[in-house]
């Protein structure tokens, strides 16, 4: 294996827990280098305002935030790598990263920090329309349905968020709701409430995604009242997927031990997993606060954890 391919450490993700631990690896000497996958900068990439981030009394932009980050990491000798994994062999010491581009990297300890992904309703409409209407980030795709009437779908925080914002753009968007009770803040929920170009619907299921690829894309999405089983189609251009997330941990083949929806597991009160020297943080173990700061705490606790692993294994080799 050739010298620039085995690292003390390595990153995998490039969210606010892998740019994090990062900054702290870097600050500790360790030469950290991370592995942005596909989308550097994370799920902060496609969101606007970041307004619960602290430090920012006005806010800031999602990627504005992250770019701030990844630099601040730069500053501290972290190598940056434009690639994706494609699997991970962690069965012993160093273990052994492959890449998109064939790249194979090893390492002493490595930091898992790959976030987690949008997750969708599972109907066929959904990949056939995508790109014709059907979107799962309104950030990116809202501005293309200016003048139009849209639906979002979910209850959380996010669907709400992407609902307030989609009516920059759109004469109407309706917020499609599996219950009558929204899961997202209630300051948020407030806003909504406060913006009459959402119009909630409540008690509703998607039962398909009504248009024609290419072909003027989405016009309808059909929907069922679970209360009354009614079927209804609202007339829309566009529908937003927002019910949540996946844990990106495919790579990882159950090599880690995970809990029954794929999040990692880690150590209480801590970030190691049951591998000796892999450590998880982020999004990736986190499916109860899910937010930046969050992720960003335990980018820090993840850094140094992993140095105080090195440290320990080091001394050992010295010892021997
Ligand atoms: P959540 O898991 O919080 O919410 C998902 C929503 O989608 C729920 O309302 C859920 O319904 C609904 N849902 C899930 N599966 C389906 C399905 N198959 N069909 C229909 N509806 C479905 O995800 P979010 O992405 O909204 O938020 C994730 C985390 O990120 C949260 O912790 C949130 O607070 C945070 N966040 C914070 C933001 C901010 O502070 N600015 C912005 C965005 C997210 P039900 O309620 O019935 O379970």
């Known amino acids: 294996m050739s010298e620039d391919k085995h690292h003390r450490v390595m990153i995998l993700g490039g969210g606010p827990a892998g740019y994090t631990a990062a900054i702290y690896a870097g600050r500790a000497n360790m030469k950290p280098v991370v592995i942005q996958g596909m989308q550097p900068g994370g799920q902060l990439t496609i969101t606007t305002d ?34 994706a994994v494609t699997s991970t062999k962690l069965d012993k010491r160093p273990f052994e990263i492959t890449c998109d581009s064939g790249d194979v990297y090893t390492c002493d300890a490595l930091i898992i920090a790959t976030g987690a992904s949008a997750r969708w309703l599972g109907i066929p409409a959904e990949k056939t329309l995508n790109g014709f209407g059907v979107s799962a980030c309104a950030t990116c795709d809202g501005f293309f349905f200016k003048g139009q009437d849209v639906a979002v779908i979910g209850g959380g925080d996010t669907a709400v968020e992407e609902a307030m914002f989609l009516t920059n753009f ?79 941990t495919g790579i990882f083949d159950k090599q880690i031990d995970q809990d ?61």
């Open 50 to 83: 970041v307004d619960n981030f602290p430090g920012f009394e006005n806010g800031v932009q999602g990627p504005e935030l992250m770019e701030k980050m990844r630099a601040q990491a730069e500053r501290f000798d972290t190598t940056m790598i434009f690639d």
């Open 170 to 248: 759109c004469s109407k968007v309706y917020l499609v709701h599996r219950r009558d009770e929204l899961r997202a803040e209630k300051v948020m929920q407030d806003q909504m409430k406060a913006n009459e170009k959402i119009v909630p619907v409540w008690d509703s299921v998607v039962e398909d995604i009504l248009g024609e690829a290419g072909k003027g894309g989405v016009n309808a999405v059909k929907i069922r009242n679970v209360k009354t089983d009614e079927i209804s189609d609202l007339p829309v251009t566009g529908v937003f997927i927002a019910i949540g997330h996946t844990p990106n």
């Open 260 to 320: 029954d929806a794929g999040y990692l597991l880690t150590k209480p009160d801590s970030t190691a997993t049951n591998i000796p020297g892999v450590f998880a943080a982020g999004d990736v173990q986190d499916k109860t606060y899910r937010q930046a700061v969050t992720a960003a705490g335990t980018g820090c606790m993840v850094a140094l954890e992993a140095e105080r692993f090195l440290n320990e294994q080091e001394g050992d080799a010295t010892r021997i």
